[in-house]
């Protein structure tokens, strides 16, 4: 690994998101923010997930730093996120969601330790999206109040654990995905 690598522009996407993150999460409570302007916020957080690694594989800035600060950083933002806002999310919602990258955690920490090659999923990417929008919906139905996202939520939880637990099973397992 090498220092110059944290100057990478896909590396500095990386930390900008951690830091500006923690910034925001550290200095206004989500009621606060106009809903609008917290829902375009909570979209850039989650656009900023996929954009890193698109300039690095696009750009050929594929790092070791990067693979090892990526994954990390998407986990700890997704994290710190889901605390900042659990106020507008349903009890069981919240607790799901912080069990689901717990094990999603210890699958990366077994990754790290093992040194197992891993491709990140389509599928996964995909519920990363969908969790991304339904987090903006809760939002949203915060200030429209209708309950309706419950009816989304659901199946978005389902699709996102049976991602996770793919995942865990091959990671396990040594299949291909």
């Known amino acids: ?27 206004f409570y989500p009621l606060d923010i ?33 693979i090892i600060l990526d994954p990390f950083v998407d986990r700890t ?3 710190l996120l889901v605390v900042w806002l659990q106020d507008l999310f349903p009890s069981i919602f919240f607790q799901a969601l912080i069990a689901r990258e717990v094990l999603v955690l210890l699958g990366g920490i077994y990754v790290l330790l093992s040194k197992k090659p891993i491709e990140v999923s389509k599928k996964g990417k995909l519920a990363t999206v969908f969790m991304f929008i339904t987090i903006c919906l809760y939002v949203l139905d915060v200030s429209l109040n209708t309950g309706l996202i419950n009816f989304i939520a659901f199946p978005v939880m389902v699709f996102y654990y049976f991602v996770a637990l793919e995942y865990l099973y091959y990671l396990v397992f040594n299949y291909e995905q």
């Open 1 to 27: 690994m090498k220092f110059k690598d944290i100057l990478l522009p896909p590396n500095l996407i990386t930390l900008f998101r951690l830091f500006a993150s923690v910034y925001l999460f550290q200095n």
């Open 34 to 66: 106009n809903t609008y302007v917290l829902v375009a916020t909570i979209a850039v957080v989650g656009l900023s997930d996929s954009l890193d690694g698109i300039v690095a594989r696009r750009f050929n800035m594929v790092s070791e730093l990067g």
């Open 77 to 79: 933002v997704f994290i």
